[in-house]
């Protein structure tokens, strides 16, 4: 499985932006797509999670109302639309697959990683 994010840039406080995700190789129906992010000097956290099968999500406090993910079962991809945008949302954003059902927060329960994209948010 290899996971492909784009959409980062840089964007003004208040301002939106939407991160995509696209899955290749081996998929299944049967899995949770997770998004986290790391600041510099910080540990990667947790943002959100969607399960495949239902589309239930679980968001993280400090993104829940601003943050959406969805999904498009035709494209393999999962969607991270971010709007209110902070400047303490500025991180490299991560999507991550995993084959269990928990919409975990963790990052060790997740098997495959993306590459990374950059936000950056201006005051």
């Known amino acids: 499985v290899q996971l492909q994010a784009s959409g980062g840039g840089l964007v003004q406080a208040g301002g939106s932006l939407r991160l995509s995700c696209a899955a290749s190789?081996?998929?299944?129906?049967?899995?949770?797509m997770g998004w986290f992010r790391q600041a510099p000097g910080k540990e990667r956290e947790f943002v959100g999670v969607i399960r495949w099968s239902d589309g239930r999500t679980y968001y993280a406090d400090s993104v829940k109302g601003r943050f959406t993910i969805s999904r498009d079962n035709a494209k393999n991809t999962v969607y991270l639309q971010m709007n209110s945008l902070k400047p303490e949302d500025t991180a490299v954003y991560y999507c991550a697959r995993s084959t269990g059902w928990t919409l975990s927060t963790a990052p060790r329960y997740y098997e495959y990683w993306g590459q990374g994209t950059q936000v950056t948010v201006s005051s």
């Open positions: 190789g081996r998929t299944s129906s049967s899995y949770v």
